[in-house]
């Protein structure tokens, strides 16, 4: 079962914010958010990831609306590397619930 | 370089055939997980290892099998090789009991021809 919806595509402009959205209207209490990239045919690269609370790293920013039924991954200067496919995730906390990967949103960075 | 090893990069192999592909984690994971990505179906998780035991399964072909060894290792063995096992195969690994993200190796492109 599809637990996230994501635009098939989207793009950006270099040097601007890249805002991609991701629905999770059915995501349980104890269920994270994660956000991973694949760039070509490399391995996804994990970006970030949350439970409630809004999240920042060197990467990018995630923010989770109040009633967790959406997310934001936002990469506040984006550049040309990070032309990729970007998949949104929600994964229970748990040693043995393996990553799901959907189809994701292939983000393009124009010059 | 992610710390997740993969071995070979590159396999052509004949249908019919059997080959292994090999993972090394990250030093201090003790889960690995295997996905395959084929054109038409995107990243498919396959199977979880923890500790040399088996703890998730996914949509994994019975003529596919993999293991984990006592080093933490990993190998996948694919036999009775068909065209439509051409893919990439990665490799995952991850501190399991942590809400924390899978690092990923840079994969083998396997072709069958």
């Known amino acids: 079962d599809a637990k996230t919806t994501q635009p098939p595509s989207m793009d950006c402009a270099e040097g601007r914010a890249a805002n991609l959205p991701c629905n999770h209207s059915?995501?349980?209490?104890?269920?994270?958010v994660y956000w991973y990239r694949q760039i070509h045919s490399q391995g996804p690269q994990y970006i970030i990831h949350?439970?409630?609370n809004n999240e920042t790293n060197e990467m990018a920013s995630l923010i989770i609306t109040e009633d967790r039924k959406s997310s934001t991954l936002i990469l506040p200067h984006a550049t040309l590397r990070d032309t990729a496919v970007y998949y949104c995730?929600?994964?229970?906390?748990?040693?043995?619930?393996?990553?799901?990967f959907g189809k994701g949103t292939r983000l393009s960075v124009i010059a | 370089d992610s710390g997740v090893t993969q071995t070979p990069k590159h396999l052509i192999t004949a249908t019919g055939q059997r080959v292994t592909l090999r993972c090394s984690p990250r030093?201090?994971?003790?889960?690995v997980y295997w996905y395959q990505q084929s054109l038409d179906q995107g990243l498919q998780f396959l199977i979880q290892?923890?500790?040399?035991?088996?703890?998730a399964k996914g949509n994994i072909l019975e003529r596919f099998s993999a293991q984990q060894f006592p080093d933490l290792h990993s190998e996948l063995n694919l036999s009775s090789l068909e065209l439509g096992d051409s893919a990439l195969y990665f490799c995952?690994?991850?501190?399991?009991?942590?809400?924390?993200?899978?690092?990923f190796g840079s994969g083998t492109r396997l072709t069958v021809v």
């Open positions: 995952a690994s991850s501190v399991a009991g942590q809400a924390g993200g899978y690092t």
């Open positions: 949350g439970l409630k």
């Open positions: 030093s201090g994971d003790l889960s």
């Open positions: 290892y923890y500790n040399g035991e088996e703890r």
């Open positions: 059915t995501i349980s209490g104890n269920e994270y």
């Open positions: 995730i929600v994964r229970a906390y748990s040693g043995n619930t393996p990553l799901v």
